[in-house]
């Protein structure tokens, strides 16, 4: 992969969540990710929650078994989960927070107020051949201590900057994009690899691109709400080219 591109993730979690609304099997996330595949993702990112409200210990194993492009696991650090990512040994896991009462995760892993118990927990995924990623807010702070911790990978928040943008705050979502490139900057000198994601959508998508730094973009519940409209496939074709602009000399 050159310097110039650049991965593209595609999130499956909602998906899930449309087939446990009705319950049964359809729609089913592991043809949505073979779909992906076909579209031009490069990863498919599947989060296993604690409460299972949308991808299931099943999907996870039927995912392992089918796909051709690389498994992102994202998952809370609990021994449960260590255990499940040990067991299946994806080619990288994601470590998020997770909240019980939140509908999509809220804000980045507080890192460094959990620093020493991250880096125990980080050791055997690594030994296990896993990559290891932290989502993270753009924070100087957080980035440092996943540096400290042994996370191969970070991945940068960019929920406040997709959020600022759709409530018309231009002001705010140009500080968030400056603190964004701010910190992929900085993450990337530190020798950590950069990726981004929360919230992107074909409006928000190219300035993140752009940034020379960032490695792989993680999209699922645009991507998803999207595919009612115009299907899966030419959903994320889009925003393939899109990402791909952004990313031309």
């Known amino acids: 992969m050159s310097a110039t591109e650049l991965r593209l993730g595609v999130n499956i979690d909602h998906v899930a969540t449309v087939r446990n609304a009705r319950g049964g099997d359809t729609p089913d996330p592991v043809r949505a990710a073979r ?31 089918s796909l051709k492009v690389p498994l992102n696991f994202e998952m809370a650090a609990t021994d449960e989960m260590q255990a499940i990512a040990l067991r299946h040994r994806p080619h990288a896991v994601c470590i998020v927070p997770e909240k019980r009462e939140e509908r999509t995760t809220e804000g980045g892993l507080d890192v460094a107020r959990e620093e020493a118990r991250l880096t125990r927990f980080i050791v055997p995924l690594r030994e296990a051949g896993c990559r290891v990623s932290l ?8 980035i440092d201590a996943a540096a400290r911790v042994g996370a191969e990978v970070i991945e940068l928040h960019t929920g406040a900057y997709c959020d600022a943008h759709a409530e018309g705050r231009f002001d705010a979502r140009d500080r968030e994009l400056r603190a964004l490139a701010d910190m ?25 691109a752009a940034l020379p730094e960032v490695r792989e973009l993680n999209i699922g519940h645009f991507l998803i709400g999207e595919a009612i409209f115009r299907g899966l496939e030419p959903a994320i074709a889009e925003m393939r080219r899109l990402m791909d602009a952004a990313r031309a000399p």
């Open 135 to 142: 989502f993270v807010a753009a924070e100087r702070t957080q």
């Open 184 to 208: 992929a900057a900085h993450a990337h000198a530190l020798g950590l690899e950069v990726h981004a994601g929360h919230g992107l959508t074909y409006d928000t998508v190219t300035p993140v």
């Open 35 to 65: 779909l992906a595949e076909k579209a031009g993702a490069d990863g498919i990112t599947a989060h296993l929650r604690e409460d299972r409200r949308h991808i299931s210990d099943a999907d996870i194993d039927a995912l392992m078994a």
